[in-house]
């Protein structure tokens, strides 16, 4: 990690329910050292915190290269020969308004209408669903063995690949999970009987075609005090939600004393539809004030989460980097790129 002089991001090996990833932007040459300490430092408590009970590998740490695009979620159901996806969801895992804060398991997401979403074109979404099933197919080769079940593709627009494959997952995407399931019309029994059959090419998945839009509320102190977060009496007001035209789904909350009281995560995520993703965004915000603590603690949540300002923002960036993904693609330069790093000079990488 000291010799890589790049912005990483660093990840654990093992599955970690989420936690320890952290990217370092590592541009100043001047803050070299500093930004070295930074990487050790991390490295260390990934180690220590998520990687202890792993002792059947060596290399406990990813080192990924830092790419930089909006994020977008690939659910998929396969049976090992047929990869069914589900329509794109994009999470939000900032804490706070317009992604700014520390990264959170998901402060909320937005689907929809139809499979993909204002800044993923069609093109990019058959390419998106052609990645995961290369990686099924793969998965088979390399251990004889089908892949079957859900598998969760953590995509990203980028200008160095376009759709480009950040991590998987074996198992649905929270909150992303919330945005399709409700809107899901085939039966998830038969689909679940399919892929043990290995005949989900007899299934049509069929969805309502709607926009979704989810917003998780957690107490303050989440994400990196959870001690404070803990153990607040919480109150859902589900007839009022369901009123106002939302659904609730319980988080991190346990029972004490006949009562709600929040276990130190995200507490509920508030589900809401509508013909456009700002539609229903408006709809969950109205949801929002049913979900509250009986003490003085707070609550929060992410209100511009669906909007029209967030979206906008989406759009143009999404935009910039078809730009530059599509020169790279005509001119021979997907996959490769030439940096120039003071004290080293010219670097060329071909992945």
């Known amino acids: ?55 059947d590998i060596e290399d406990k740490i990813l080192i990924e290269q830092k790419v930089e695009g909006p994020e977008y979620t690939l ?27 520390p990264e959170t398991g998901g402060m909320g997401s937005i689907s ?7 800044f993923i074109s069609m093109e990019e979404y058959r390419e998106s669903v052609e990645i995961v099933q290369q990686t099924v197919r793969a998965i088979e080769r390399e251990t004889g063995e089908p892949y079957r079940g859900i598998i969760a593709g953590q995509m990203m627009l980028t200008a160095l690949w376009g759709p480009t494959i950040i991590e998987f997952y074996s198992r649905f995407g ?13 039966d ?9 059959s290995q005949s989900l090419n007899k299934v049509k998945l069929e969805f309502r075609d709607v926009a979704t839009v989810v917003k998780c509320i957690a107490p303050m102190g989440y994400p990196n005090r ?65 979900v509250y603590l009986k003490d003085d603690w707070k609550l929060f949540h992410r209100s511009d989460i669906g909007s029209e300002v967030l979206l906008r923002e989406r759009v143009e ?24 790093i003071p004290g080293r000079g010219r670097i060329e990488y071909e992945f």
Not at 18 to 46: C, F, N, R, T, W
Not at 188 to 196: M, W
């Open 112 to 118: 929809g209408p139809g499979v993909t979403l204002p």
């Open 226 to 290: 959870r001690d404070l977060a803990r153990g607040h009496p919480i109150v859902v007001e589900e007839d009022r939600i369901l009123e106002n035209g939302g659904r609730v789904f319980y988080g991190s909350i346990n029972s004490k004393n006949g009562g709600m009281i929040t276990g130190g995560s995200r507490a509920a995520e508030i589900f809401a539809e509508a013909e456009s993703i700002p539609k229903a965004s408006e709809i969950a915000e109205k949801c929002i004030s049913f």
């Open 75 to 101: 659910q998929c159901f396969t049976d090992g020969r047929v990869v069914k996806p589900l329509p794109l969801v994009q999470d939000n895992k900032n804490a706070y308004e317009m992604d700014i804060g």
């Open 317 to 340: 960036i999404a935009e910039l980097i078809r730009e530059i993904y599509r020169y790279r693609r005509e001119k021979g330069l997907i996959g490769r790129q030439i940096d120039w």
């Open 188 to 196: 998830l029994v038969e689909i679940a009987e399919a892929i043990i």
């Open 1 to 55: 990690i000291e010799e890589y002089a790049e912005s990483v991001a660093l990840k654990p090996a093992r599955q970690a329910g989420g936690k320890g990833v952290k990217v370092i932007a590592d541009l100043q040459a001047y803050l070299k050292k500093e930004k070295e300490e930074v990487k050790k430092k991390h490295v260390k408590s990934i180690v220590k915190e998520h990687m202890r009970p792993y002792t």
């Open 174 to 186: 929270d909150p992303e999970a919330v945005n399709v399931l409700p809107i899901l019309e085939t």
